[in-house]
């Protein structure tokens, strides 16, 4: 067999360009694995390659598709670490609605014990990022307060889990009771259903917390900033509600306050490899013990892949989605 299922982004638009297509099935290059996939996380990024308004960088797969899991099924020159029949999860450059895909060996990580493919399948992308940003940019310590705003998302659902695992006081922000609950069975605090609070408001009578893990963007900007306590940090990981804000930053001066934040898909490969790296030693062992686990929402066929991007647009899902492969 020398060709593949997939599905192509045929032109920029809604879920309905999302078609099914052949191709020929890659083969790895220097330092590569291809991955016979069995199943693709769904992610916000593949929304935006979908719909037109964040390009694949050089040289990646212009198929959608950041995460998957599956075995081995070819090995490049140059990798040592990794043998055909091998069950791992990846972090991918692109090309995860498909049968195979390629990917730097150093971007796989083992499929933990306990844990299913199809859940693995969900953990490359999300884990990389939250991972990077809360504790490697944002500098997350034990005992420090956080907050993440979409708590019941998959990167929420995460940082919750993960902030709480290290000791730290966890807030999340939702949009209904069920994901408030959601959020305080992972390990948040206080929870704010922002249809009926104001998150700031909430947060002062705690003093403010010291980061904020954001993906809205827009007029939570300056929210973000009122509600840090001084010396704290806003991490911005997307803009759901806009990139673009007036914003008063005497505050920033005089409060001590960062800004920072990361997208994760444009950086160099050895910066991949280094968070690969440290979620295997910090992360993967509690995923062994269960005390971390990927909150599964919804699975769809690799052809149902519209009706996935259907699905993570509503932002009625509670967790992450999958296509089965």
């Not at 590569?32 to 929304?47: H, K, S, T």
């Not at 907050?147 to 999340?172: E, N």
Request: charge should be neutral; include cysteine; glycine fraction near 10%.
């Amino acid at each position: 067999m020398s060709t593949m299922s997939v599905i192509e982004i045929t032109r920029s638009g809604g879920p309905e360009v999302l078609q099914a297509a052949q191709r020929p099935i890659p083969k790895p290059r220097l330092g590569e694995v291809v991955i016979n996939l069995a199943y693709a996380g769904i992610n916000r990024p593949d929304v935006l390659q979908r719909s037109g308004s964040y390009n694949p960088p050089k040289g990646a797969s212009d198929l959608p598709g950041l995460e998957g899991a599956g075995i081995i099924s070819a090995v490049g020159a140059g990798v040592f670490q990794w043998k055909v029949g091998d069950e791992v999860c990846a972090l991918l450059p692109g090309g995860g609605y498909a049968e195979y895909a390629a990917t730097p060996a150093t971007h796989c990580l083992p499929v933990p014990k306990g844990v299913s493919l199809k859940e693995a399948a969900c953990l490359p992308e999300t884990f990389f990022t939250v991972y990077s940003n809360i504790f490697q940019r944002g500098g997350l310590r034990t005992g420090e307060k956080f907050l993440v705003h979409g708590g019941s998302s998959g990167i929420g659902t995460t940082a919750i889990q993960m902030a709480h695992l290290f000791g730290a006081r966890v807030f999340a922000t939702a949009g209904s009771e069920k994901k408030c609950q959601v959020c305080k069975d992972l390990g948040a605090e206080r929870v704010i259903n922002y249809h009926h609070e104001t998150f700031e408001d909430v947060l002062k009578v705690y003093g403010g917390v010291d980061m904020i893990l954001d993906m809205v963007g827009g007029t939570y900007i300056q929210r973000n900033l009122k509600s840090l306590a001084d010396d704290g940090r806003l991490v911005q990981i997307a803009f759901l509600e806009g990139a673009k804000v007036d914003l008063n930053l005497v505050q920033m001066m005089t409060r001590r306050l960062s800004i920072t934040g990361s997208t994760l898909r444009p950086q160099n490969d050895l910066v991949k490899t280094r968070i690969a790296e440290e979620l295997q030693k910090h992360i993967w062992p509690h995923l062994v013990t269960g005390r971390i686990a990927p909150i599964m929402d919804s699975e769809f066929s690799l052809a149902e892949a519209a009706k996935a991007h259907m699905r993570i647009e509503t932002s009625e899902h509670i967790g992450k989605i999958v296509l089965k492969i």
